[in-house]
Antibody, heavy 122, light 110 residues
Framework: QVQLQESGPGLVKPSQTLSLTCTVS??????????WSWIRQHPGKGLEWIGY???????YYNPSLKSRVTISVDTSKNQFSLKLSSVTAADTAVYYC??????????????WGQGTLVTVSS | QSVLTQPPSVSAAPGQKVTISCSGS????????VSWYQQLPGTAPKLLIY???KRPSGIPDRFSGSKSGTSATLGITGLQTGDEADYYC???????????FGGGTQLTVL
């Protein structure tokens, strides 16, 4: 079955850019039909959807983060990536990648990666 | 504050039934399907319900979902200690143009 695994630095300095990669195994991003997503969870808090990318490169971002977010895909490596610029302590969170399913605008997410904690601190 | 409102916590005894509510508005639950996720301590969320009431393969029928108007409900019967987790509802909000989640409900099986 499809599995996702996040990777990237666990510590980022304020004002810098957070960069994470999600590696997909057990299935091909290029096969289409899914929306490869990033979701984060602040410590002890709920879930916040960041955005998603389709295998073609089409993206959709949460308007609340849109000015700072870039999601890209590398189908040759079966990976997709997140970049979040100008980070502050408020961006400290566990970041999850997930496979998104879509019906109209409605999405559901399955499966999820195990998550990676990113701390923003000097 | 989350767009979707869930009770912070619920509890019930082993073997009993519990329901978790998720309240929204016409811009989200009222005009979209709802999904539910289970997050066991220290793990990633796991899909329990999608399209209001459908269970993915492998999810036992002890878990059920329903929707009425601008609210949705997750039901869990035959509670087990292994069901202790945080539960989140999710949908799309057309006003925000974003996928949104509830604040989560912590289930305690006494």
């Amino acid at each position: 079955q499809v599995q996702l695994q996040e990777s990237g630095p666990g510590l980022v300095k304020p004002s810098q850019t957070l960069s994470l990669t999600c590696t997909v195994s057990g299935g091909s991003i290029s096969s289409g039909g899914y929306y490869w997503s990033w979701i984060r969870q602040h410590p002890g808090k709920g879930l916040e959807w960041i955005g998603y990318i389709y295998y073609s490169g089409s993206t959709y971002y949460n308007p609340s983060l849109k000015s700072r977010v870039t999601i890209s895909v590398d189908t040759s490596k079966n990976q997709f990536s997140l970049k979040l610029s100008s980070v502050t302590a408020a961006d400290t969170a566990v970041y999850y990648c997930a496979r998104g399913h879509r019906k109209g605008n409605y999405n559901w997410f399955d499966p999820w990666g195990q998550g990676t904690l990113v701390t923003v601190s000097s | 504050q989350s767009v979707l409102t869930q009770p912070p916590s619920v509890s019930a005894a082993p073997g009993q039934k519990v329901t978790i509510s998720c309240s929204g508005s016409s811009s989200n639950i009222g005009n979209n399907y709802v999904s539910w996720y289970q997050q066991l301590p220290g793990t990633a969320p796991k899909l329990l319900i999608y399209d209001n009431n459908k269970r993915p393969s492998g999810i036992p029928d002890r878990f059920s979902g329903s929707k009425s108007g601008t609210s949705a409900t997750l039901g869990i019967t035959g509670l087990q200690t292994g069901d202790e987790a945080d539960y989140y509802c999710g949908t799309w909000d057309s006003s925000l143009s974003a996928a949104v989640f509830g604040g989560g409900t912590q289930l305690t099986v006494l």
